[in-house]
C-alpha cells in the first residue's frame, strides 16, 4: 500500500491512498526474474564449426575430428558416418567423454581424394538435425 499526502486549495491536508494490486507488483518482480534465468535452448543444433574446417584438405592417416554445436548434444543418440573416395560408408564412434557441444571421433583417411563426414545430431530440444562436412585428402603426406 502506498501513502501519499496532498494539500487542498485551503491548506488542509487530505489523506489519499493509491492501493497497488499484488498480482501488478508481483507480475513485475516474476519479470525481472525470468530476465535474469539462463535462457534453455530452444532451437535445432546447428554446426559452428569442425576440426578439420568444411572444405579443408588434410594429410592421409588418422585423423581426430570436432564438431562444434551451438548447444549441447546427446551423444549416445547421435551418428557420425564417413563416406570415402570409393563410396564406401564407415559408421565412426562418438567419444562419450569431453564437451557436451562437442562430438569427438578418429576416422583413418588412408586414400587420397574427398571424403564426406555425415552427422545427425539429437539436440536437447528434442529435434535432429543433419548434415555434411566435406574433406579432401591430399595424395602424400609432406
Known sequence: MFICRTLNLIGESDLTVFRSTGAALFGTMLAALAALMPQTASAHAILLDSTPAASSTVQPGSQAIKLHFNSRID??????????????????????????????????LDQPGAYVLHWQVLAVDGHITRGDVP????????
Open 75 to 108: 551423444k549416445k543418440r547421435s551418428r557420425i558416418s564417413l563416406s570415402s573416395p570409393d563410396k564406401h560408408k564407415t559408421v565412426l564412434t562418438i567419444a562419450p567423454d569431453g564437451q557436451p557441444d562437442i562430438l569427438d571421433v578418429t576416422a583413418v
Open 135 to 142: 574433406l579432401t585428402v591430399s595424395k602424400s603426406a609432406p
